[in-house]
């Protein structure tokens, strides 16, 4: 049964605190993404992964960072969290091998900086 | 610039009727798959139907079927038999075949099914 899993279902945090946000996939995947997610808008990419250590920008990439070390993890950074930050993130890893290709999601953390 | 086009940002349908969510999406690549998402509320977004825009044929999977018009630019889901666990927001997704590239999503259509 494939995975992708974030760290947290739920979190809170305080405006300028810097804040992690871990997915882990078990698939082997190349890919891995991470979006936003806000009612009437979507899902807007932050950042994406093809490699590991590669990242690129997604569309709405400011006040974020990515980290992905592994090729199994991509962590996601808010460097100073703010109130516009507060929302739903998604992860969702993929491979474009084999003709796959469909993205597999993660729970989803709901994050809300206060 | 790859766009992807939900016009319906909600519908709601009675139990067992049949229901269309509309998508258009646009593009200059000949080559790329196409995707519907179903997430049901507070739970995690699964993959409905695929497409692969070089199959002429409509993918289906049990009540869920697609009408795919490639010269148009169309994706349309087609729920049949409509169940209250479909109720969820459903995303048109698009990606390009065999590059290490960005998944692009629609807006969403928020679909409640009514008892």
């Known amino acids: 049964d494939v995975k992708v899993t974030q760290s947290s279902r739920y979190l809170v945090k305080r405006t300028g605190e810097k804040v992690f946000l871990e997915c882990v996939q078990d698939m082997d995947h190349e890919n891995m993404f991470w979006y936003r997610q806000d009612p009437g808008l979507g899902l807007r990419l932050i950042y994406f992964?093809?490699?590991?250590?590669?990242?690129e920008k997604g569309d709405i990439p400011e006040g974020y960072s990515v980290s992905r070390e592994k090729k199994e993890r991509f962590s996601l950074i808010l460097e100073s969290a703010s109130t516009n930050q507060t929302s739903m993130y998604l992860c969702?890893?993929?491979?474009?091998?084999?003709?796959?290709?469909?993205?597999?999601f993660g729970q989803g953390t709901r994050l809300t900086v206060v | 610039a790859q766009t992807v086009t939900q016009s319906q940002p909600e519908m709601s349908v009675q139990e067992a009727e049949t229901v269309t969510l509309s998508c258009t999406y646009d593009t200059s690549e000949s080559n790329y798959y196409l995707f519907w998402y179903k997430q049901p509320p507070s739970r995690q977004m699964i993959l409905v139907i695929r497409?692969?825009?070089?199959?002429?044929q409509n993918a289906t999977e049990n009540r869920f079927s697609v009408n795919f018009q490639k010269a148009a630019k169309s994706f349309s889901l087609k729920i049949s038999d409509s169940q209250l666990g479909d109720t969820a927001m459903y995303f048109c997704?698009?990606?390009?075949?065999?590059?290490?590239?960005?998944?692009?999503f629609g807006k969403g259509t928020r679909l409640h099914i009514l008892p």
């Open positions: 992964s093809y490699d590991v250590k590669m990242k």
């Open positions: 969702a890893s993929s491979s474009p091998q084999g003709g796959a290709t469909e993205a597999f």
């Open positions: 997704a698009f990606i390009p075949m065999n590059r290490d590239d960005k998944i692009i």
């Open positions: 497409q692969e825009a070089y199959k002429q």
